[in-house]
Each structure stands twice: as structure tokens, then as C-alpha cells.
């Protein structure tokens, strides 16, 4: 089969395309023949690698994945289109779970056909597109689960980092059809005019304006419900800043850096809650899957690359001047 090899940490140049040997079916596994498979910054942390995570070389990325069943199994029969759910359970409960294709030792979907175990497969909702039920497995779950973890109701604020992200996107999706007031950051006037397009009600640039004075303006200085962070380092400080009392932080991501200065006064005194977001459930995935076919939502793609020109793909997510997902195409 073809897939893209990684056998060392690096920049893209090292996401190497090759003929390699099919994976050989296992007890308790199946092979999916991958017809896509969404791009995530997970891809980014596993390619670059992160002190302290380990994996084995040679690796495969990819987490997000669609495709169709080599064999049958149970009541999925031969062809049948599914989805991947991309989570592992650690045995050791104090340790977090590992995605497929990342650091984890199972390949990803970087490839023609990837083997994961039974549990894992989804039915494809067939309402979606391969393109688009890809993209649904990661940043679209974790979003889902964000926002049934804020609590938010009717008419709340929510304040969405990265609105251009596969997360961000996401999250303003969502929430416009959860009927909350959406305030999205971005940073530049082409992302500001697509998040507006996609429901935002008020976008700011963070390169050009302060987001705090901004979110006090627009709520009329009683701040926000909710605040969606997958940027970490850089907009802890400034998330809690903007939490009306009672407030919650939802957690995710950290790509601004791991450790934030947290004024703990303000947490206590504000009675906030911080809360961690991995993932999400399978199923909270075909809850989300329902949710999206009653409220007429398609994911947003940004671009498609063939699986050759993953490393394109990569550059393009490290340039940050995607508004999506970005997917690889078999
Ligand atoms: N815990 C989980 O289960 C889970 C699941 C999915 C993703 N994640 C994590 O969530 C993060 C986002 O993932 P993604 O796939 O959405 O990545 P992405 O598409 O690359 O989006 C990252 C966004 O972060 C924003 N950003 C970067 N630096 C920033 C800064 N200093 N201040 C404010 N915003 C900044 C950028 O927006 P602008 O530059 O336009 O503002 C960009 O849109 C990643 O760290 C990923 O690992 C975690």
C-alpha cells in the first residue's frame, strides 16, 4: 500500500511517501481501506515530537479517518463505509488515553489501509460526504464535548480562540446553533470576514485590538459565560480575565505553549471552573453526527490535498492561513 512514512521527528520534508507492506490482520482488529483523512495539529506535535512522548519508528500519522471495511464483522458487513473513532483507552487510569496515529503505537490514516480495532468503527452517517464525516472525529468531538461540558444556555456569551482552526470553526458552528452569543478571535481581516460568515456575532483581531477591552465593550462589561481555549500559554491569562463570575474555562489545547500563569485569586474569587477536554465519547460522536443532520451543519473544509502532498498540507496548517479542516485525499 501507499502511505506516508515518518521514521524520524522533524519538518514536513521528513513525512516521506512510500510503497510499504499492507498491515496483516489481527485478533479483535480490521482493516479500513482509507478513502480520507482530516489533517489535525496533533499531526504537527506527533511530526515535531514532544519531550517526555515517545512513539516507535516507523510511525503513521492521522487520527481523523474515513473509509470502508476490508471484512465484516458483527452487523458491519464487507464495503461498509465508516468512520474512525480515534481513541484509546490507557489501562492505567492515571495515565491519559492515546489516539490512533498519534502517540500512540497503532498507524494512523495517512494511508491506504490502516488496522484498528473493532471497537473503534463507526457507521458513517450518510448524510456526510467521506470529506466531510473525516473531518468530524477530532476537532468537531472535542468541540462538541467543550460545549456540552460549558453548560451554556440560550443567549449566553461564549468567546472562541482560534476561530479559524479546525477547533475554532467548530466551535462557532455549534454554538451559533446552540443560540449563543458567539464572540470569535482571529488574526487577520480575511478570517474576520469568514467567521462572520459562519455565524460569529462579533469577531476581534488580536493583532489589532484588546481582546479583553473588546469582550468588556461587547457584553456590556459583564464579561463571558464561557471561554473555548485550545491556545493555552498565550490566552489563559486573558480567558480568565473575561469570565464573568461563575464563569468556565474549557480546555483542550495548548499550541501557544503548556504553561500558563493562572492569577489564582481571580479563579477563587470568580468561583470558576477550569475545565479539561479530551476528546469526547463514541457516543457523544453519533449524538454529534444527529446533532449536525437536525441543525443542517456541514463541516468546513478548507482544502484537499492527495496523500503524496501531505507535506503540503502540514505547511499549510503551520502557515495558519487555513479557515477548516484540511483533509488528504487517498
Ligand atoms: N484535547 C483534545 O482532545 C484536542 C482535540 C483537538 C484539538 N486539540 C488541540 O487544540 C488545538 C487547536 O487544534 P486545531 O486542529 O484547531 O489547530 P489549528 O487548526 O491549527 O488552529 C490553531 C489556532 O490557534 C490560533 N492561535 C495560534 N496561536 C495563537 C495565539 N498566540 N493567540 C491566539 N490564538 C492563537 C490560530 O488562530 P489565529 O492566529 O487566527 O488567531 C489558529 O487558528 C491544538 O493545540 C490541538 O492539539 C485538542
Redesign the pocket.
Known amino acids: 500500500m501507499k502511505a506516508i512514512v515518518l521514521r524520524k521527528h522533524g519538518n514536513p520534508g521528513v513525512l516521506s511517501f512510500k510503497k510499504i507492506a499492507n498491515p496483516k490482520p489481527k485478533k479483535g482488529h480490521v482493516i479500513v481501506k482509507v478513502s480520507c483523512c482530516a489533517v489535525?495539529?496533533?499531526d504537527i506535535?506527533v511530526r515535531k515530537g514532544i519531550p517526555g512522548k515517545k512513539i516507535t519508528f516507523p510511525h503513521i500519522l492521522g487520527c481523523d479517518i474515513c473509509g470502508s471495511l476490508k471484512q465484516g464483522f458483527g452487523n458491519f458487513r464487507k464495503g461498509a463505509k465508516v468512520v474512525v473513532y480515534p481513541v484509546l483507552e490507557n489501562p492505567d487510569p492515571l495515565l491519559p488515553s492515546t489516539m490512533i496515529g498519534g502517540f500512540s503505537n497503532y498507524n494512523g490514516g495517512y494511508a491506504e489501509l490502516i488496522q484498528v480495532p473493532k471497537s473503534n468503527i463507526v457507521k458513517k452517517p450518510n448524510w456526510f460526504s467521506d470529506i466531510e464525516a473525516c473531518a468530524l472525529n477530532?476537532?468537531y468531538l472535542?468541540v462538541w464535548n467543550m460545549l456540552e461540558k460549558c453548560q451554556c444556555q440560550k443567549g449566553d456569551w461564549i468567546l472562541i480562540?482560534?476561530?479559524?482552526?479546525?477547533?475554532?470553526s467548530a466551535a462557532i458552528l455549534f454554538a451559533k446553533a446552540m443560540q449563543l452569543k458567539v464572540i470569535a478571535?482571529?488574526?487577520n481581516a480575511k478570517?474576520i470576514s469568514k467567521s462572520k460568515k459562519i455565524g460569529a456575532d462579533v469577531v476581534i483581531d488580536?493583532n489589532k485590538s484588546n481582546v479583553v477591552t473588546q469582550v468588556l465593550k461587547h457584553t456590556k462589561k459583564q464579561g463571558v459565560n464561557a471561554v473555548i481555549d485550545?491556545?493555552g500559554a498565550?490566552?489563559w491569562p486573558l480567558s480568565i480575565q473575561v469570565l464573568k463570575e461563575g464563569g468556565r474555562l474549557v480546555v483542550?489545547?495548548?499550541?501557544?505553549g503548556p504553561k500558563a500563569i493562572v492569577d489564582v485569586p481571580t479563579v477563587y474569587s470568580k468561583e470558576l471552573e477550569i475545565l479539561g477536554?479530551?476528546?469526547g465519547t463514541k457516543s457523544q460522536l453519533i449524538k454529534m453526527h444527529k446533532f449536525m443532520r437536525t441543525k443542517k451543519i456541514r463541516p468546513i473544509i478548507d482544502s484537499i490535498f492527495s496523500l503524496r502532498d501531505a507535506s503540503f498540507a502540514h505547511k499549510r496548517?503551520e502557515s495558519?492561513n487555513?479557515f477548516g479542516k484540511i483533509v488528504l485525499k487517498m
Open positions: 489535525n495539529h496533533l506535535w477530532v476537532s472535542t480562540w482560534g476561530a479559524n482552526g479546525g477547533v475554532g478571535v482571529t488574526s478570517k488580536r485550545h491556545v498565550k490566552t483542550c489545547g495548548q499550541t501557544s477536554t479530551y476528546m496548517m495558519n487555513h
